[in-house]
């Protein structure tokens, strides 16, 4: 109990001698706040905890106190079966897959931290804290005594670990007790011959650790003014509730103040709904064997609008006092109020409602009583009164109940039964009035919960939905009602907390991704947006719907392609997230990932190589150098025959000419002569050329073959 006051606090004895404020003095803060404390204390346990004590014995099934010895006592359950009835259906509303409230960004650059931080305070709620059971407890509590608070604070607790460490060295030493947040336990230094020293160390370590807590509060721990109409319209508000004296010191009040500190561990005793609640342990508890740091202190917690800076104008303030004098120990100003006060039926002008005690109570008082008489008429029936003559029967025969017992009389008639009609019967008729009754003011009935299967076989489909839907309107209403006000509060206050105490980022697993949260990029002032339908139908209807729409962008997609004017693959995911939300599975990337964040696989890289078919490329590889070597050197081997040839043919064929021109006195065209031998070498080089490229191509179908042999099969795309 002692992490819910606030570290941040200003404790009036550390604050010099001068009067902190100039418009109220100590003792005049003390005095107003006091009489405040004691005139709403006086409001809550008089006025506010009769009713709830009322409420919670009906919800028990208390006898009424006119219940007369030998008569039947049975009391009806009609305010038990409307809220057991009722809580599964607001529990899967705000524990279901969707989320009931959300964050809502000031700008287009705000959407990611606005998705962000609904995810992040639905964590804190259902996974830091034990969300389900609070609020559970402060739902339950609403329906059956009017109203109920839930208080949300930022904790701040000291954790403390001890560690051990061996072998380490110097540079290690220094960088262990260096960290500010260490305390050095016990070190021991040892150093063998020729090497460097080694140390065994202990170590503490101390951190803070902040973080958001929500707890229901019973209904005694809190008060309000009489007078207030809501959580924003009042004169004092606040919590108290029993703290050890050790545990006050460590919230860092002087040890002295706290000792003279004086209060009655009973002090809740006059609290009826205390009393009702622990009906078995009031009186009981004995402080006497706690030793003296372990006794309770009441501690106040208050808020108040007080003027203490004398400047006309009264500005919120948080107070803490203590003990059976009300001592004043802090005051801090402060912008927010810790509570969410829930009821399912607020009435306007007060801050407090109507709850479905107020629906069912006097159905249930008179049920109770035709029930009685029923039953005990029947008993009247089975077990009628005896009319019998004085003297002329045995008293321990009449009062002997076994069944087929002998009576012994002295003469015939006298025991006679005395008859009483069954009339029990006709109390059936009234009973199912009083149950149509209560089904018109709660909405609540068998036929709605599908548990009358003679009204279900019985009725048309039209009429069960009507009667359904008649009863999910007065849920969704109950609903909306509690989504609108305090857990919209309450997604508010947690967002204004942790953006203004979390100072260091957090690594949190939201949507089945760890992602790193740091709440003090966001904005304090973010709207929050409620979900929860009136009007919008019920599930199945709503899949109906979100099938049509799937549908019908279905058919657009394949007319117009995956991105279009009127939508794109994003919208297409969003009618599926709705459907698998509604279908109860509260992370749909389970089932489809978001367009925006997908990444393309890498490419595939190759095969590592066969070493048997490298091995072949490669002798290929050699064997066609071989071969292209030869076939270079054969080509040339016959270039060079071929020149040496033509060279002696142009000597002898110039001998010859000459000899010719000599003997006939003529001249020969050289020139045709040559050019004929020049396109003879051209075709002979041309050849060898063509040989060579006949031999490459040769190699290169080879390579490609053994190639094609290394990549794996490819799967044809259909």
Same mark, same amino acid.
């Given at each position: 109990?002692?992490?819910?006051?606030?570290?941040?606090?200003?404790?009036?004895?550390?604050?010099?001698?001068?009067?902190?404020?100039?418009?109220?003095?100590?003792?005049?803060?003390?005095?107003?706040?006091?009489?405040?404390?004691?005139?709403?204390?006086?409001?809550?346990?008089?006025?506010?905890?009769?009713?709830?004590?009322?409420?919670?014995?009906?919800?028990?099934?208390?006898?009424?106190?006119?219940?007369?010895?030998?008569?039947?006592?049975?009391?009806?359950?009609?305010?038990?079966?409307?809220?057991?009835?009722?809580?599964?259906?607001?529990?899967?509303?705000?524990?279901?897959? %969707?989320?009931? /409230?959300?964050?809502? #960004?000031?700008?287009? +650059?705000?959407?990611?931290?606005? $998705?962000? @931080? &609904?995810?992040?305070?639905?964590?804190?709620?259902?996974?830091?804290?034990?969300?389900?059971?609070?609020?559970?407890?402060?739902?339950?509590?609403?329906?059956?005594?009017?109203?109920?608070?839930?208080?949300?604070?930022?904790?701040?607790?000291?954790?403390?670990?001890?560690?051990?460490?061996?072998?380490?060295?110097?540079?290690?030493?220094?960088?262990?007790?260096?960290?500010?947040?260490?305390?050095?336990?016990?070190?021991?230094?040892?150093?063998?011959?020729?090497?460097?020293?080694?140390?065994?160390?202990?170590?503490?370590?101390?951190?803070? %650790?902040?973080? /958001?807590?929500?707890? #229901?509060?019973?209904? +005694?721990?809190?008060?309000?003014? $009489?007078? @207030? &109409?809501?959580?924003?319209?009042?004169?004092?508000?606040?919590?108290?509730?029993?703290?050890?004296?050790?545990?006050?010191?460590?919230?860092?009040?002087?040890?002295?103040?706290?000792?003279?500190?004086?209060?009655?561990?009973?002090?809740?005793?006059?609290?009826?709904?205390?009393?009702?609640?622990?009906?078995?342990?009031?009186?009981?508890?004995?402080?006497?064997?706690?030793?003296?740091?372990?006794?309770?202190?009441?501690?106040?917690?208050?808020?108040?609008?007080?003027?203490?800076?004398?400047?006309?104008?009264?500005?919120?303030?948080?107070?803490?006092?203590?003990?059976?004098?009300?001592?004043?120990?802090?005051?801090?100003?402060?912008?927010?109020?810790?509570?969410?006060?829930?009821?399912?039926?607020?009435?306007?002008?007060?801050?407090?409602?109507?709850?479905?005690?107020?629906?069912?109570?006097?159905?249930?008082?008179?049920?109770?009583?035709?029930?009685?008489?029923?039953?005990?008429?029947?008993?009247?029936?089975?077990?009628?009164?005896?009319?019998?003559?004085?003297?002329?029967?045995?008293?321990?025969?009449?009062?002997?109940?076994?069944?087929?017992?002998?009576?012994?009389?002295?003469?015939?008639?006298?025991?006679?039964?005395?008859?009483?009609?069954?009339?029990?019967?006709?109390?059936?008729?009234?009973?199912?009035?009083?149950?149509?009754?209560?089904?018109?003011?709660?909405?609540?009935?068998?036929?709605?919960?599908?548990?009358?299967?003679?009204?279900?076989?019985?009725?048309?489909?039209?009429?069960?939905?009507?009667?359904?839907?008649?009863?999910?309107?007065?849920?969704?209403?109950?609903?909306?009602?509690?989504?609108?006000?305090?857990?919209?509060?309450?997604?508010?206050?947690?967002?204004?907390?942790?953006?203004?105490?979390?100072?260091?980022?957090?690594?949190?697993?939201?949507?089945?991704?760890?992602?790193?949260?740091?709440?003090?990029?966001?904005?304090?002032?973010?709207?929050?947006?409620?979900?929860?339908?009136?009007?919008?139908?019920?599930?199945?209807?709503?899949?109906?719907?979100?099938?049509?729409?799937?549908?019908?962008?279905?058919?657009?997609?394949?007319?117009?392609?995956?991105?279009?004017?009127?939508?794109?693959?994003?919208?297409?995911?969003?009618?599926?997230?709705?459907?698998?939300?509604?279908?109860?599975?509260?992370?749909?990337?389970?089932?489809?990932?978001?367009?925006?964040?997908?990444?393309?696989?890498?490419?595939?890289?190759?095969?590592?190589?066969?070493?048997?078919?490298?091995?072949?490329?490669?002798?290929?590889?050699?064997?066609?150098?071989?071969?292209?070597?030869?076939?270079?050197?054969?080509?040339?081997?016959?270039?060079?025959?071929?020149?040496?040839?033509?060279?002696?043919?142009?000597?002898?064929?110039?001998?010859?000419?000459?000899?010719?021109?000599?003997?006939?006195?003529?001249?020969?065209?050289?020139?045709?002569?040559?050019?004929?031998?020049?396109?003879?070498?051209?075709?002979?080089?041309?050849?060898?050329?063509?040989?060579?490229?006949?031999?490459?191509?040769?190699?290169?179908?080879?390579?490609?073959?053994?190639?094609?042999?290394?990549?794996?099969?490819?799967?044809?795309?259909?």
């Amino acid at each position: 109990m002692a992490e819910e006051i606030n570290p941040e606090i200003m404790n009036l004895e550390q604050v010099e001698e001068e009067q902190m404020f100039p418009g109220m003095d100590d003792m005049e803060i003390e005095a107003t706040v006091a009489t405040a404390i004691q005139d709403s204390i006086d409001y809550i346990d008089n006025e506010v905890a009769q009713d709830s004590a009322d409420a919670l014995s009906y919800y028990r099934q208390d006898g009424f106190g006119n219940e007369m010895e030998g008569r039947s006592q049975v009391v009806s359950a009609d305010l038990r079966d409307a809220v057991l009835s009722m809580m599964p259906s607001l529990m899967r509303v705000f524990f279901g897959s %969707e989320r009931v /409230v959300e964050f809502v #960004a000031k700008g287009p +650059e705000d959407e990611e931290n606005a $998705r962000q @931080a &609904t995810d992040y305070i639905n964590w804190i709620i259902r996974e830091q804290n034990d969300g389900f059971h609070e609020l559970y407890s402060v739902i339950k509590s609403c329906l059956i005594k009017r109203s109920s608070v839930l208080k949300y604070w930022w904790d701040e607790t000291e954790e403390v670990t001890t560690h051990k460490y061996s072998g380490i060295d110097d540079e290690q030493l220094e960088v262990l007790l260096n960290d500010p947040d260490v305390e050095e336990e016990t070190l021991e230094t040892k150093q063998e011959e020729g090497q460097p020293p080694y140390h065994y160390l202990t170590l503490k370590r101390r951190t803070m %650790e902040g973080k /958001v807590l929500i707890k #229901a509060l019973p209904g +005694e721990e809190f008060y309000i003014d $009489r007078r @207030a &109409t809501g959580i924003d319209d009042f004169y004092i508000i606040g919590h108290r509730k029993f703290v050890s004296k050790s545990d006050m010191v460590a919230m860092g009040y002087d040890r002295d103040e706290v000792d003279e500190l004086t209060t009655g561990d009973a002090d809740f005793d006059t609290n009826v709904e205390f009393v009702a609640r622990h009906e078995h342990h009031v009186g009981l508890y004995s402080p006497e064997h706690l030793d003296e740091q372990n006794r309770n202190i009441l501690l106040f917690e208050s808020y108040m609008k007080l003027d203490l800076d004398d400047d006309g104008i009264s500005e919120l303030y948080k107070i803490v006092s203590a003990g059976s004098a009300y001592k004043l120990l802090s005051v801090e100003p402060c912008d927010y109020i810790p509570f969410c006060i829930f009821t399912m039926d607020p009435e306007p002008n007060t801050w407090t409602g109507l709850s479905l005690y107020d629906y069912v109570h006097d159905i249930q008082r008179v049920k109770s009583s035709i029930m009685r008489q029923m039953l005990d008429n029947l008993a009247l029936t089975n077990n009628p009164m005896m009319t019998v003559q004085e003297g002329m029967v045995r008293q321990e025969d009449l009062q002997n109940t076994e069944i087929g017992s002998v009576v012994r009389v002295r003469q015939q008639g006298a025991v006679a039964a005395l008859s009483v009609p069954f009339v029990a019967d006709h109390g059936y008729k009234m009973l199912d009035y009083l149950d149509k009754v209560k089904t018109s003011r709660t909405g609540q009935s068998e036929t709605s919960m599908g548990l009358d299967p003679d009204a279900l076989q019985s009725t048309t489909k039209a009429g069960v939905n009507a009667v359904v839907q008649g009863a999910q309107q007065r849920l969704d209403l109950c609903s909306r009602i509690l989504a609108e006000g305090p857990i919209k509060k309450l997604m508010s206050g947690i967002l204004k907390l942790i953006t203004r105490y979390q100072d260091k980022p957090s690594v949190v697993r939201l949507r089945n991704n760890w992602i790193k949260v740091d709440p003090r990029e966001w904005q304090q002032n973010m709207d929050v947006s409620v979900n929860v339908g009136l009007g919008l139908g019920n599930t199945d209807e709503r899949m109906q719907f979100l099938n049509l729409i799937a549908s019908k962008q279905e058919q657009i997609m394949q007319t117009m392609g995956p991105e279009s004017p009127l939508l794109n693959m994003q919208h297409y995911r969003n009618t599926l997230v709705k459907m698998i939300e509604l279908a109860g599975f509260r992370d749909p990337n389970q089932f489809i990932q978001d367009p925006n964040t997908y990444q393309p696989p890498p490419p595939q890289e190759p095969p590592p190589p066969d070493p048997v078919v490298m091995a072949q490329l490669q002798s290929l590889q050699a064997q066609s150098q071989t071969e292209a070597a030869k076939v270079q050197l054969e080509s040339e081997k016959i270039m060079r025959e071929d020149d040496r040839k033509r060279d002696e043919m142009e000597a002898d064929l110039a001998v010859k000419i000459a000899e010719l021109e000599a003997k006939y006195d003529t001249t020969i065209d050289q020139q045709n002569i040559r050019a004929t031998m020049e396109k003879d070498r051209e075709a002979i080089r041309q050849q060898a050329n063509l040989q060579r490229q006949q031999m490459q191509a040769e190699q290169q179908m080879q390579m490609a073959r053994l190639n094609q042999q290394q990549q794996p099969p490819q799967i044809p795309v259909q």
